[in-house]
């Protein structure tokens, strides 16, 4: 029972899903104030939620209404289930096994793939564009976060997220020995959530809302929430590998909150990059600068 309840209330499951919910509104709370407006309040992520869980779901002509239900549903389940393996709320990982470090990095990857997949297989143009963006994307910035978040497990000789938490909080924070890494993970990280300035696949100047234009009701406020979850699974992700653990529930929310806070900074200095920028700056450079520290690393691992 005490499992069961640690998977589905606290640290997994529930404590999750609001967690989620409230660093959505922190980042756009801080993105509204660095852009000189009020921003909404606290609680206008859960309002959003439950406003689009009671909306009616409309299917477009031609879709599989099962595929149609299926794609959301798939991508919030694979998105916590990679949280079973993450350290959350500075607790031990509720699930965790040799390797399990690259499961949760593509367990992460999948809300990418249903979000494409929900753009390709209806008609309207806007989704056809969105679609094949985000999957273009997803091949941009999947390699280089991966490489990445597998320069720590270099450091500590471990593919166990578990063990590479526990060497960092041993030694020197990895932001300092491993800084190219660090950059190219966070940067990943805003790639895959398509935060500005990669949001090219939902740009709603150009494409109203990309691969999710069909979306309304439930299977929206699903995908909305799957992101928000990538993103807390994410943050903790980077905290404990790069920035020296996450000990304690304090040191969770700090080191995540922090992060957060330069993301959002990011996001707000930039102005959109083009598809074609995104994937020919990031493809080219991200992958070469994490193979750079991976030589770093490797040079410094060396006998004499």
Not at 96 to 118: E, H, K, M, R
Not at 227 to 256: D, E, M, Q, S, W
Request: charged content about 10%; aromatic content about 10%.
């Amino acid at each position: 029972m005490t499992e069961l309840s640690a998977l589905l209330i606290f640290p997994g499951g529930l404590a999750l899903l609001l967690t989620a919910l409230l660093y959505e509104w922190f980042n756009r709370k801080l993105a509204a104030r660095l852009q000189n407006r009020v921003g909404p309040r606290w609680y206008q992520p859960f309002a959003d939620l439950v406003k689009l869980l009671a909306k009616e779901e409309i299917y477009p002509q031609g879709v599989s209404p099962t595929l149609f239900d299926l794609l959301p549903v798939v991508s919030l389940a694979a998105v916590t289930t990679a949280a079973v393996y993450v350290p959350l709320f500075g607790l031990t990982p509720a699930g965790s096994f040799s390797g399990d470090l690259i499961v949760a990095v593509y367990l992460l990857s999948v809300l990418s793939l249903c979000t494409s997949l929900a753009g390709l297989i209806t008609d309207d143009h806007y989704a056809l564009v969105g679609g094949l963006r985000v999957l273009t994307q997803l091949f941009s910035y999947e390699a280089p976060f991966l490489l990445a978040l597998l320069l720590p497990a270099l450091a500590a000789g471990s593919w166990q997220i578990g063990e590479i938490a526990a060497y960092a909080s041993e030694h020197t924070w990895l932001l300092l020995t491993q800084p190219i890494g660090f950059v190219v993970a966070v940067i990943g990280l805003m790639g895959k959530l398509e935060l500005p300035p990669f949001d090219a696949p939902e740009a709603h100047t150009e494409i109203v809302a990309g691969s999710l234009t069909e979306y309304s009701g439930r299977g929206l406020a699903l995908f909305r929430l799957s992101r928000a979850v990538v993103l807390v699974v994410g943050l903790a992700l980077i905290a404990a590998l790069y920035l020296g653990g996450t000990a304690n529930p304090l040191l969770f929310f700090a080191k995540t909150l922090l992060l957060l806070f330069a993301v959002t900074i990011a996001q707000t200095l930039f102005a959109r990059l083009r598809i074609d920028q995104t994937i020919g700056l990031w493809w080219r450079y991200g992958v070469l600068l994490a193979l750079g520290q991976w030589l770093i690393t490797l040079l410094g691992k060396a006998p004499l």
